[in-house]
């Protein structure tokens, strides 16, 4: 069982809306991430958050906007979205530095369908 | 810079079929691998990992060994099940630290009755 929650599962947003994809993750981990991943293709790299900072932006449009506000959530704010944005958002946590080499944790995913 | 390969899919088998999907890759320094399954429609779940050359990562009756010499990270499974049918992904991190995990194209397997 994952211990990163996301929500919604399944989000229909249209062009012109506002919503937020929500994570949480309770094992301690000071880093947490975003991914994007599209049919059949690996996750992507948006953005990477450690110690509630952001650290890593890999030239994400800013229609996505990141927030941190504590260890323990992450969320991902979309505005003025285009269909081609359409997928499975990923978020992801681990410990910043260790031994084991960053495992990263995914949760489930959100499914993001714009309309 | 690093980077991920693995066999082509997908990959179809019969049930208690021997599995081996093939993965490579190419660092610098150290890195640290690992196996992620995504199961359709769900996230990633971390399979298996290794930390250093030699090292044998387990779990499931899956288990992939870090050959340094060979730049490989092999998945192997004695005798799959219809419930193994999913997409592997291959990948590593870098061991300094820098939150990037790169990833292998993924490898769909499908295992039939």
Sequence with gaps: ?115 | GDSVTQMEGPVTLSEEAFLTINCTYTATGYPSLFWYVQYPGEGLQLLLKATKADDKGSNKGFEATYRKETTSFHLEKGSVQVSDSAVYFCALSDPRGYQKVTFGTGTKLQVIP
């Design chain 1, 1 to 115: 069982d994952t211990e990163v929650t996301q929500t919604p599962k399944h989000l229909v947003m249209g062009m012109t809306n506002k919503k937020s994809l929500k994570c949480e993750q309770h094992m301690g981990h000071r880093a947490m991430y975003w991914y994007k991943q599209k049919a059949k293709k690996p996750p992507e790299l948006m953005f990477v958050y450690s110690y509630e900072k952001l650290s890593i932006n890999e030239s994400v449009p800013s229609r996505f906007s990141p927030e941190c506000p504590n260890s323990s959530l992450l969320n991902l704010h979309l505005h003025a979205l285009q269909p081609e944005d359409s997928a499975l958002y990923l978020c992801a946590s681990s410990p910043v530095r260790g031994s084991s080499g960053n495992t990263i944790y995914f949760g489930e995913g959100s499914w993001l369908t714009v309309v």
